[in-house]
């Protein structure tokens, strides 16, 4: 890799499992060279609703792909509160895309999902 800058150094950073990520900069000739160190992140507890909508946000690509959409309207006890939007919304397999597709990955996915309802 070329360096445009001889004062800056390039960083990767490396995930290592959850908790853990390696540090290494400075490239020579080329080859990354040592200065790595494992430093422990700090965890945070995401609730259910924020891993809700990192599932329904990779789910998004392809419900647009056939004109729709999905917004989180609420997650309470275990109940996943969904609203299906543009094509979605009036779709007759709308039931198909909510039971098959986004109930089974979110309760694939989410710990605690127990339901996914659609709301109009």
Same mark, same amino acid.
């Given at each position: 890799?070329?360096?445009?800058n001889?004062?800056k150094l390039?960083?990767?950073?490396e995930?290592?499992g959850?908790?853990n990520?390696n ?5 020579t000739d080329?080859?990354?060279?040592? @200065?790595?160190k494992?430093?422990?992140?700090v ?10 909508q ?8 392809f ?5 729709g959409d999905v917004?989180l309207v ?5 109940v996943?509160?969904v ?7 009036s779709?007759p397999?709308?039931t ?8 089974? @990955?979110l309760?694939?996915e ?5 339901e ?5």
């Amino acid at each position: 890799m070329e360096r445009e800058n001889p004062h800056k150094l390039p960083v990767r950073i490396e995930l290592i499992g959850k908790r853990n990520y390696n540090v290494t900069t400075g490239v020579t000739d080329n080859r990354w060279v040592t @200065a790595r160190k494992s430093t422990q992140v700090v965890e945070r507890s995401i609730t259910m609703e924020e891993q809700v909508q990192e599932v329904l946000d990779k789910l998004r690509p392809f419900i647009q792909r056939d004109g729709g959409d999905v917004e989180l309207v609420e997650v309470e006890d275990g109940v996943v509160r969904v609203r299906l939007l543009g094509a979605c919304g009036s779709c007759p397999s709308s039931t198909i895309t909510l039971k098959a597709g986004i109930e089974r @990955a979110l309760m694939e996915e989410v710990p605690g999902v127990t339901e996914v309802e659609q709301v109009l």
